[in-house]
C-alpha cells in the first residue's frame, strides 16, 4: 500500500473513532459524511458513504486496468474489498430493519 494510501486509512480510521466516541474530530476529512438528524438523515448518509466507496474502488479499478502507474493493485483490492464489506453490512442492516418493521406490523394492540 501507499504511502498516502495509508495516511488516508489512517486519517479515515482516527475520523471513524473519534466519531464512536462522539467528540469533535481535528481534521475535517469526515465531516461531509456525518449525517444531519435522526435516523433517516443517519441512514441516508451510510448509503451514500456505501455508494461512495463502491465509486471510489470502481474507478480505481478501471484506472488500474487503463494503466495508470501510480495505481497499485494492492490499493485497488483493498478498496474493493471495503466496498463489498459496507454493502455487506448495509445489506445486514436492511435485512434487520425489514424483520423489525414486520415484527412491529405484527404486534396486536
Same mark, same amino acid.
Given at each position: ?19 464512536? @466516541? ?6 475535517? @476529512? ?15 448518509? !451510510?448509503?451514500?458513504?456505501? $455508494? ?13 486496468? @487503463? ?19 459496507? !454493502? ?11 424483520? @423489525?418493521?414486520?415484527?412491529?406490523? $405484527?404486534?396486536?394492540?
Amino acid at each position: 500500500m501507499s504511502t498516502p494510501g495509508i495516511q488516508a486509512t489512517l486519517q479515515q480510521m482516527q475520523g471513524l473513532a473519534s466519531q464512536a @466516541a462522539n467528540q469533535p474530530m481535528q481534521s475535517g @476529512a469526515l465531516t461531509s459524511s456525518v449525517g444531519h438528524g435522526g435516523f433517516g438523515g443517519e441512514l441516508q448518509a !451510510s448509503i451514500q458513504r456505501i $455508494n461512495q466507496l463502491q465509486l471510489n474502488a470502481n474507478s480505481k479499478a478501471m484506472a488500474f486496468q @487503463a494503466g495508470d502507474p501510480d495505481i497499485e493493485l494492492g490499493d485497488v483490492m483493498v478498496d474493493m474489498q471495503k466496498a463489498s464489506v459496507a !454493502s455487506q453490512m448495509g445489506l445486514q442492516v436492511r435485512n434487520r430493519l425489514v424483520s @423489525a418493521y414486520r415484527d412491529v406490523m $405484527n404486534m396486536q394492540v
